[in-house]
T-cell receptor, first 114, second 112 residues
Framework: NAGVTQTPKFQVLKTGQSMTLQCAQD?????MYWYRQDPGMGLRLIYY???????DKGEVPNGYNVSRLNKREFSLRLESAAPSQTSVYFC?????????????FGSGTRLTVV | QKEVEQDPGPLSVPEGAIVSLNCTYS??????FMWYRQYSRKGPELLMY????GNKEDGRFTAQVDKSSKYISLFIRDSQPSDSATYLC????????????FGSGTRLSIRP
């Protein structure tokens, strides 16, 4: 089925460990996004990529890095995980920058940092 | 103060009831308003999208925007158990997706 695929679905890290969250879309979308969702906080934008080859910071970028590997793939890296990064992470894509109503979200990665 | 406020619920209503979900906001520049539905352990999916003020209807769902009061609503008629989910409002000052602000979500449960 067409959509946004995130891996892994679950992960437990120790403080200080690093990991990369993977995201791939097969809808030929130009723009991709990484959000985190925390209880009572809604969805907050970490980084986004308006098109292949570009990335920009969102609302909460500290502690994260991203790579737009190609048009399909957008990865999120935690270099030194902290308990404050315990969250559910969602990747999303849209056909054109500026069409927020066209977001397609992945199913999420549930990350716990102990 | 958050830019977008949404009552977290939970809200529990019997099947067939009319449900009203609401958000208030403080930024008068918001022009694009959205409602997303999120089932447990799934990503959000777009339910309704409106631009500026007014009403929009799609089947059992009606979205209302009152910019003068900075208040948006989602109405669900003839609610079904399958409507049980978390509903997030979202809004943006312009069509740039990088500027979308999400509410924290209202958890809704429809009792059979």
């Amino acid at each position: 089925n067409a959509g946004v695929t995130q891996t892994p679905k679950f992960q437990v890290l120790k403080t200080g460990q690093s990991m990369t969250l993977q995201c791939a879309q097969d809808m030929n979308h130009n723009s991709m996004y990484w959000y985190r969702q925390d209880p009572g906080m809604g969805l907050r934008l970490i980084y986004y990529s308006a098109s292949e080859g570009t990335t920009d910071k969102g609302e909460v970028p500290n502690g994260y890095n991203v790579s737009r590997l190609n048009k399909r793939e957008f990865s999120l890296r935690l270099e030194s995980a902290a308990p404050s990064q315990t969250s559910v992470y969602f990747c999303a894509s849209t056909g054109r920058m500026g069409q927020g109503y066209g977001y397609t979200f992945g199913s999420g990665t549930r990350l716990t940092v102990v | 103060q958050k830019e977008v406020e949404q009552d977290p619920g939970p809200l529990s209503v019997p099947e067939g009831a009319i449900v009203s979900l609401n958000c208030t906001y403080s930024n008068s520049a918001f022009q694009y308003f959205m409602w997303y539905r999120q089932y447990s352990r799934k990503g959000p999916e777009l339910l309704m999208y409106t631009y500026s003020s007014g009403n929009k209807e799609d089947g059992r769902f009606t979205a209302q925007v009152d910019k003068s009061s900075k208040y948006i609503s989602l109405f669900i008629r003839d609610s079904q158990p399958s409507d049980s989910a978390t509903y997030l409002c979202a809004m943006s000052p312009y069509s740039s997706a990088s500027k979308i602000i999400f509410g924290s979500g209202t958890r809704l449960s429809i009792r059979p």
